[in-house]
């Protein structure tokens, strides 16, 4: 019999897995596409994504305790959905590996200039494998610890407060504006991850509650993205928010502590922790996705199998232009598949529920 979780792990593994390497731009997102003010837009992306979780809990009460892996093979026959979960996986992998090498990519420039990317990958990529390869009771209990050692990082934007100036804000709502849809969408991407809960259905202790803690966890990321770019607007001005290319590193240089040199080191190397957590998530259910296809499949094998996959793919992406390219692509492919995913599975089972509701 598979070992439940605790619904409360909803809470970290939602809000460790949507704040990531995105963060470092998401203030410049904002700025360039939604203009003065913009970020007030955070709030009603978030209320858009809230919708989506809502559709989410409908479906964790009317899926009876069975994986969505099961409503998604009586929704495509066949080789249908072996054909789907192989395109998933393999995106999702890749999608994990982008999200590394973007972060190995920032200390790169920052810290190792002279260094291969792939290089530093390969460090991270180990981490990774090591954390993929275990169990999700292992996982949920490593992503709390982490979740405990890094959520001080949030508070860290307190120290900006005395520097902070109204004046930067302008009385202007939404000027200079960029291309609106296309900022939706980047912002809609500094969210995902939520989706991931889908196929944790199976492993969570059934209650009606449970989904209550992805709601606390989007609420408390939909909290520091707000905070954080509101306080970006004020501290470094609208102006350079639209042409700092990461404004929340050159935030990060200001600090200056008598006991620590660059305390923007340490804080890197702490953020590491989230971007393992996200690019983990992606990857863990890529592997169990390929897994359902061969269920006889050793895990290990299966994992190492997308590793070499992704890494070969991305090996060539090395300078920021490429990789913020790639990741706009995938962005927008990410999308539609959370969109299209969540839509698929409610409507589904809200007509499987009117059909047996009509023939009792």
Do not use: C
């Amino acid at each position: 019999m598979t070992e439940k979780i605790h619904p409360i792990h909803l809470f970290f593994l939602v809000y460790m897995t949507q704040v990531g390497v995105i963060l470092f731009t998401l203030p410049r997102i904002i700025a360039l596409n939604f203009g003065t003010n913009g970020w007030i837009l955070i709030s009603l992306i978030s209320l858009f994504v809230l919708g989506l979780i809502v559709l989410m809990d409908f479906i964790y009460r009317w899926q009876d305790g069975k994986s969505i892996y099961e409503v998604l093979e009586g929704i495509f026959p066949g080789i249908i959905h072996k054909l789907l979960y192989l395109f998933l996986s393999i995106f999702w992998a890749i999608s994990a590996f982008t999200i590394a090498k973007k972060y190995v990519s920032i200390v790169k420039m920052i810290f190792y200039p002279s260094t291969n990317v792939n290089l530093l990958l390969v460090v991270f990529v180990v981490l990774l494998y090591f954390f993929v390869t275990s169990s999700i009771q292992a996982i949920v209990r490593s992503i709390v610890f982490l979740f405990f050692l890094t959520v001080w990082l949030d508070l860290l934007v307190l120290y900006f407060i005395p520097d902070f100036e109204w004046v930067h804000l302008t009385p202007y709502f939404f000027e200079y504006r960029g291309d609106l849809f296309g900022g939706s969408i980047e912002t809609f991407s500094a969210f995902l991850g939520f989706e991931l809960v889908l196929f944790l259905f199976h492993f969570i202790e059934q209650t009606p509650k449970a989904m209550r803690y992805v709601y606390f966890a989007h609420v408390l990321t939909t909290m520091v993205y707000l905070v954080v770019t509101f306080i970006a607007y004020g501290f470094t001005s609208f102006h350079h928010l639209t042409t700092q290319v990461y404004p929340i590193i050159s935030m990060l240089r200001y600090f200056q502590l008598p006991f620590i040199e660059r305390i923007d080191g340490l804080i890197f190397i702490l953020f590491m922790m989230k971007v393992l957590v996200t690019s983990g998530m992606y990857m863990w259910v890529a592997v169990q996705m390929l897994l359902r296809i061969r269920p006889v499949s050793h895990p290990p094998l299966a994992a190492f199998f997308l590793f070499a996959i992704s890494f070969i793919v991305t090996y060539s992406w090395n300078t920021r232009y490429e990789l913020d390219l790639w990741i706009q692509n995938m962005i927008v492919v990410q999308s539609i598949i959370t969109l299209t995913l969540i839509a698929l599975l409610f409507f589904y089972l809200l007509l499987k529920r009117r059909r047996a509701h009509n023939e009792a």
